[in-house]
T-cell receptor, first 107, second 113 residues
């Protein structure tokens, strides 16, 4: 069983919809990252969380340490949000990745 | 700052050859990570340096892989000898602190024939 589970694997939405991507993990972590991988392959770090909630523009990330769960929300989704979103957790000196959620936002 | 710079962008080599991937960190960053991404296994952490010192190399697949930081701003990942199963995209990332936000390079697409 993977230490980091993401859902859904694939997600198709219409422009303007509210998007939620979930990440559950099974280990005690020091930090959780949300990454965005563009169709061209480049990776951008969106958030790093160890508790609570962070917001940047239309993106919101939350984490519940007790439940070992994090969510990434996108409000007013846009076709340019189409990408693979990857959850990654840091624990001890290691880092484990979810398999990613492929998001497609249609105009 | 130009961000994390990786070279080459693409590398095609024959089985058995030595491959060297290069990474230049963002100035002032003191943590460096090498990752590998394949379709089968997704992203995996290979090795992590903090202040030029390798902290955890348990992700390095085998002795054919080695990584160095000859100075605070530069790292190499070497595969010798290379094998077809090493074909992947190799990313490096740097951060200002051990648990800081990660900044990724654009990756090196390695194909071993």
């Amino acid at each position: 069983k993977n230490e980091v589970e993401q859902s859904p694997q694939n997600l198709t939405a219409q422009e303007g919809e509210f998007i939620t991507i979930n990440c559950s993990y099974s280990v005690g972590i020091s930090a959780l990252h949300w990454l965005q991988q563009h169709p061209g392959g480049g990776i951008v770090s969106l958030f790093m969380l160890s508790s609570g909630k962070k917001k940047h523009g239309r993106l919101i990330a939350t984490i519940n340490i007790q439940e070992k769960h994090s969510s990434l929300h996108i409000t007013a989704s846009h076709p340019r949000d189409s990408a693979v979103y990857i959850c990654a957790v840091r624990y001890n000196n290691d880092m484990r990745f979810g398999a990613g959620t492929r998001l497609t936002v249609k105009p | 700052d130009a961000g994390v710079i990786q070279s080459p962008r693409h590398e095609v080599t024959e089985m058995g050859q030595e491959v060297t991937l290069r990474c230049k960190l963002i100035s002032g960053h003191n943590s460096l990570f090498w990752y590998r991404q394949t379709m089968m296994r997704g992203l995996e952490l290979l090795i992590y340096f903090n202040n030029n010192v390798p902290i955890d190399d348990s992700g390095m697949p085998e002795d054919r892989f080695s990584a160095k930081m000859p100075n605070a701003s530069f790292s190499t990942l070497k595969i010798q000898p290379s094998e077809p199963r090493d074909s992947a995209v190799y990313f490096c990332a740097s951060s200002l602190a051990r648990l800081g936000k990660l900044f990724f390079g654009s990756g090196t697409q390695l194909s071993v024939l």
